[in-house]
């Protein structure tokens, strides 16, 4: 398995450009999340998902948008990026509900925007 | 409202050397607590966990009990080594949270030093 895997590794945009970042998990999880760390801040949750079609907004949304169509896939939408969007992007997905499930992390976005 | 704090690093400590990170949590109920490490360039991985009051969590060398009375879950490994440096993060997650979501501290960083 290769886990939950992210693209790209890194990327810089410029000031209100789009992009999408790419999650994909082979875990058959049905829980996944987007989360952004930015130094000093630990992480911050952005949007959830807890199966195909169903999606809702985490901690920190604002500037974000996020699809789920299939179990595997759950991609991030930025548009309009801002200065305040620099940050590492990271997604998680975990297998239910109970407290034993551990999230299983990718290994981060480093996004720029300038 | 809920929330977790870990003491601030970066920590800087000698091979060998006893190792604490203090991680104390506020919460409605009775949450799971978790810590995590992020090593240089990766993604978050599961290091310990504990469900339930009393419970205390260990891999790898690294003891953390769940202590309800001080609302307290430090991390403790007797003797570290260099390839123990990385980022602790401690988190909690509600038991009356349905979606699994995790609340992180805003992480510790230790240096181990040969």
């Known amino acids: 398995n290769a886990g939950v895997t992210q693209t790209p590794k890194f990327r810089i945009l410029k000031i209100g450009q789009s992009m999408t970042l790419q999650c994909t998990q082979d875990?058959?999880?049905?829980?996944m999340y987007w989360y952004r760390q930015d130094p000093g801040m630990g992480l911050k949750l952005i949007y959830y998902?807890?199966?195909?079609?169903?999606?809702d907004k985490g901690e920190v949304p604002n500037g974000y948008n996020v699809s789920r169509s299939t179990t595997e896939d759950f991609p991030l939408r930025l548009e309009l990026a801002a200065p305040s969007q620099t940050s590492v992007y990271f997604c998680?997905?975990?297998?239910?509900?109970?407290?034993?499930?551990?999230?299983?992390f990718g290994p981060g976005t480093r996004l720029t925007v300038t | 409202g809920n929330s977790v704090t870990q003491m601030e690093g970066p920590v800087t400590l000698s091979e060998e050397a006893f190792l604490t990170i203090n991680c104390t949590y506020t919460?409605?109920?009775?949450?799971?607590l978790f810590w995590y490490v992020q090593y240089p360039g990766e993604g978050l991985q599961l290091l310990l966990k504990?469900?339930?009051?009393?419970d205390k969590g260990s891999n790898k060398g690294f003891e953390a009990t769940y202590r309800k009375e001080t609302t307290s879950f430090h991390l403790e490994k007797g003797s570290v080594q260099v390839s123990d440096s990385a980022v602790y993060f401690c988190?909690?997650?509600?038991?009356?949270?349905?979606?699994?979501?995790?609340?992180f501290g805003a992480g510790t960083q230790v240096v181990v030093t040969p």
């Open positions: 875990m058959n999880h049905n829980y």
């Open positions: 998680a997905s975990s297998y239910g509900l109970a407290a034993s499930y551990e999230q299983y």
């Open positions: 998902s807890v199966g195909a079609g169903i999606t």
């Open positions: 504990a469900t339930k009051a009393d």
């Open positions: 919460a409605t109920g009775y949450p799971s």
């Open positions: 988190a909690l997650r509600l038991t009356t949270d349905s979606w699994g979501k995790l609340q």
